[in-house]
């Protein structure tokens, strides 16, 4: 199943102890649906609190009478928050992993450049009111396409030991009706915190606080130390997770496979 949701009032999409969470209530739901049999739910990523979601993917094993697709979109959504909305769903062999079978995701952020925070858009952008250079970031994100070891923009807490990911493309354009930058990122996979530190890390750079052609000597530093800004949560959108292989039209260098 496909599923949006706004993160803003969720702890992360994975269940924790006497938090409110995405995953979470999905299973009181399907509990309530199966008359008091538990249903885990299985996510192709867990977005940390404040995350948001347009295209989060889930996959579970419901039990008893096997209940059409569309009938299950119409089922959840008519017992969700207003904060979640089920978009499409799918029956899958057992070989289907929701994570395990994703060949990459995208995430996108979005950061607002007004002098001040928007009391409106607070919980969905982040928020920079410094001068920032276009170009420079642009640059500097080049540098970030292909296979590397990304230790310098992983989050300390993590259980994940192998740090290399391939991204395939990075965006960064101007939106000129919100007065905001728009990050794209697009990859194997990410580790903890590395988009927001990634965004944190290309904003210094655009504002000259680092210089533009940092970024290959961090990658090589392995440092979590070299970049200790990480991008506020409530600008981060899982923007789709790909089941396929990656389209060209998303892949910078054709070359990366």
């Not at 899958?92 to 001040?116: I, M, P």
């Not at 009391?119 to 500097?140: D, I, K, V």
């Not at 991204?167 to 905001?180: G, I, S």
Request: aromatic content about 12%; hydrophobic content about 40%; charged content about 25%.
């Amino acid at each position: 199943m496909i599923l949006a949701y706004d993160g803003h009032l969720f702890h992360g999409f994975q269940v924790q102890p006497r938090q409110r969470t995405v995953e979470g209530t999905i299973e009181a739901a399907l509990v309530k649906m199966s008359k008091g049999i538990f249903v885990k739910v299985e996510g192709s990523g867990r977005t940390d609190a404040g995350v948001h979601a347009l295209e989060q993917v889930i996959h579970f094993d419901y039990p008893g009478v096997s209940i059409p697709a569309e009938r299950m979109v119409l089922a959840l959504n008519s017992i969700m928050p207003t904060d979640i909305l089920f978009k499409s769903a799918q029956i899958v062999t057992t070989a289907f992993h929701v994570r395990y079978s994703a060949k990459g995701k995208w995430y996108r952020y979005r950061c607002s450049c007004d002098r001040f925070v928007d009391p409106f858009r607070r919980f969905y952008t982040g928020h920079y009111p410094y001068p920032l250079q276009l170009e420079r970031m642009q640059r500097a994100a080049a540098d970030l396409i292909g296979k590397h070891d990304f230790t310098s923009f992983a989050a300390s807490g993590g259980s994940i030991v192998n740090k290399v990911r391939t991204l395939y493309d990075v965006r960064v354009r101007f939106d000129a009706d919100c007065n905001e930058v728009v990050f794209d990122f697009i990859g194997s996979g990410f580790l903890y915190h590395m988009v927001r530190i990634l965004v944190a890390t290309l904003l210094e750079i655009g504002n000259g606080r680092r210089p533009v052609d940092d970024i290959p000597r961090i990658l090589q530093a392995k440092n979590r130390e070299e970049v200790r800004g990480t991008a506020h949560a409530s600008g981060l959108y899982l923007y789709h997770v790909f089941y396929e292989a990656i389209p060209a039209q998303y892949r910078h260098d054709l070359q990366i496979k």
